[in-house]
């Protein structure tokens, strides 16, 4: 086990979290640690913005270095502001971090690998060695020698800001970059439930720590559902299993029988992940990397809804469209929702959003309360569309590259595949029951607002229920009841704000999603935005139940047997062991499994030591290619999607000709099309062809292993001018082209 490694990248992360101490304090002054949680992601997203764009230049340890020295130059300048740092805050919020750091490093050591299969770690990992290789952004594909990635890659670039700035090997580096945004997302979680319930005078480390293990630990309540499926009677386990496409004989589930994978596959023709599963998954995905992030505008957005105008301002059009745009460059999935939060956080701020433009007071006043509300969404929207513009301003080489170049491969559709009852209160049901129990409790049953809530309330139900949406039955009705409470002037705050933002997402993808050549429907988008949905309403149930156990319990429990305390005590009790249950099963299973790569005595944080073993024939090719200098190009056989294909670039960054499926997703089906058939002309042409493509590809090394001869049959590469072996082992071959000899040969007219 590599404790040196780890404890300095700790070391690294808490250096790194104190310089970014003073803009967090800047940023979040009201909050109880002044910043002290968001001070790790404001010091990573400010450095890797300024190396971003840095490294449109150059991308070197230097251009890090570089960065490093502009953040904290900026810290300096800030500390000289009088500003009172809370190091006793930065402290509790580091010790957060170190646990969930160390929880997931202890996950990650029992089975480090970077495997091909249950998962995307080879794109993941491949990006990674791109950008280590890359002498500047963005970097090139190496899965599509030749192009730059089309892929959002800022999540990665952090990951190698990392790598460089400590000096260690991207197999180490992926598990502890990954680590990393698994503490980040629990440590941002922790501080803004707590601000939130500061404010409310709720006990602030009660609501953190909730929240911090709805987003780390808890999981939906399938597990629970299957275990508990045999006591149930035989007409309810039909009517669970029809909705999920299930054999009812299979709904059931013996303890022997889990696997960590099903949870997540719940919903008919699409995913629901959770954070957890994502992390145990162990795959350093960009959905996974941007949550931290988008917490962090959440918390922005937390300010903007309780500061003064002129504070706001600078907030708004100066912080705000920066940090969007790094959020949109780590994950373009998360864009949106980041846009949405801050909408929202203006339409519901203390301040009319209106006073945030000069001269706008003119228009705070007058009217009746409909024509007030349409100003606020309105003018809310409008600042929102100029900070999103700020946002495609500050990311406008990603824009250019990436977004702009997968647009062709991507529209707009409507009305897929709706969810049905079961799918949405095994995913959601947690959270439901929490914030239909927590937004009941605020409710004055006797005063007129009860009877506009259950009318609008029920209103939606029965509209759910008739055109056969479960979503408005289920959902609709918290995002209303939240909206009309919120404007009642209850004692509702900004947790409110993000369980309608997260009930806004899981409406939005019964209606409208994504289609590209992935996949049909809307799986892309039900995948990637429900784990935004589960952050946001992580933190919203992490304030509302330490709210429900300290404050006034709702009226209708009192003269019951309980206490209406004890009755709160004992729901708590019952959402906290029905959302764990998936995660005490899943490490019980991760820990003592035969099924992992490397076993509990043999800890490591190497994510290719598993090669040696699993593929040991292709391990020393595969080691000889990751130490070749610069990006030479290879050819190898195209890779298919989730198995062991493409190694070679994978594994080491170097760019194909062609690699895994997906480049057909970021290119179009003709371009794939057509590198596809080079490929196999290279291995199987006449020789003028192969030269042609050769030289065409300004390929340097030639892969010859299990799969080329599979596919391609037997090599007669030496036989050529221009080609001879360079390496031999195990399974493989590898041959060095002379591009010299080539281009003389594809110069001959004729």
Known sequence: MEFALIAFWLLVYYVLALAG???????????????????????????????????????????????????????????????????????????VFTVAFCFLVFIRAIDP??????????????????????PALPPEDMWFAGEPVRYYYGGHLVAAILTKLTGTLPQFSYNLALAGFYGMLVTTAYGLAGAIADR???????????????????????????????????????????????????????????????????MVGTISEFPFFAYLNGDLH?????????????????????????????????????????????????????????????????????????????????????????????TAMAITLVVGVLSLVWAAPFVANVLLGAAGSRSIAFFPD????????????????????YLGSHVRWRDREAAQVGVLGGLLVVAGWQGGIAAIALVAPLLVAGWVLLRLDTDLDFETVLLIGGAGLVLLVEFVYVQDNAISGRFNTAFKVYMQVWVLWAVAGGVALARLLTDAAPDQLSGTLLTPRQWMAVFATFLLLSTSVYGVFALGQ???????????????????????????????????????????????????????????????????????????????????????????????????ARARLLDEYDVQYIYYGPRERDWYGRSTFSNYPGVEPAHRSGSVTIYRVNQTVIDRQTDVPG
């Not at 953040?71 to 800030?78: D, G, N, Q, R, Y």
């Not at 508990?228 to 589930?253: C, G, H, K, N, Q």
């Not at 709706?418 to 129990?437: Q, Y």
């Not at 480049?663 to 042409?685: F, H, Q, T």
């Open 113 to 134: 690998a970077i495997h091909a299969t249950g998962g995307e770690k080879f794109l993941d990992f491949g990006l990674l060695q791109s950008l280590m290789r890359a």
């Open 590 to 688: 991760h820990v003592g499994s035969d099924n992992v790569i490397h076993r509990a005595d043999d800890p490591t944080l190497d994510g290719m030591a598993f090669i040696w073993t699993v593929h040991a024939g292709e391990a020393g090719a595969i080691e000889w290619l990751g130490a070749r200098e610069g990006r030479p190009h290879i050819v190898s056989a195209p890779g298919k999607p989730y198995q062991w294909g493409s190694p070679a670039s994978s594994l080491t960054g170097l760019p194909t000709v062609l690699g895994w499926y997906q480049e057909r997703i970021y290119r179009g089906d003709a371009a794939y099309e057509e590198r596809k058939r080079n490929v196999e002309l290279i291995y199987s042409a006449d020789w003028p």
């Open 286 to 378: 960009a959905h996974m990397m941007g949550q931290p992030f988008l917490l962090f505008v959440a918390a922005l957005g937390y300010v903007v809804y309780r500061s003064d105008v002129r504070w706001r301002r600078v907030l708004v059009f100066g912080a705000l469209p920066p940090v969007v745009a790094f959020v949109s460059t780590v994950s373009s999935w998360s864009f949106p929702t980041a846009l949405g939060v801050v909408w929202l956080s203006l339409t519901f701020a203390d301040e009319h959003p209106a006073t945030l433009v000069p001269g706008g007071e003119r228009i705070t006043g007058g009217g009746s309360v409909v024509v007030r509300e349409f100003r606020k969404i309105a």
């Open 21 to 95: 101490l003073p803009v967090a304090t800047a940023l979040f002054p009201r909050f109880p640690d002044r910043g002290g949680s968001f001070a790790l992601p404001a010091a990573l997203t400010v450095v890797t913005i300024v190396t971003y764009w840095l490294g449109q230049f150059a991308f070197t340890t230097v251009t890090v270095v570089a960065a490093i020295a502009v953040f904290a130059s900026i810290s300096v300048l800030l500390t000289r502001r009088d500003l009172e740092l809370d190091l006793r805050g930065y402290a509790e919020a580091m010790a």
């Open 200 to 266: 409310h005078g709720t006990p602030r480390r009660l609501a953190s720590v909730l929240a911090a293990f709805f987003v780390g630990f808890a999981a939906n309540v399938f597990t629970p559902m299957r275990l508990l499926a045999w006591t149930f009677p035989r007409s309810l386990v039909e009517a669970i299993a029809t909705p999920l496409e299930m054999d009812p004989a299979d709904v059931p589930l013996a303890p022997t029988e889990f696997h960590y994978w099903d949870a997540s596959r719940v």
């Open 418 to 437: 709706r969810s049905s009852l079961v799918e949405i209160l095994i995913v959601h049901g947690a959270f439901i029951a929490l914030f239909a129990l």
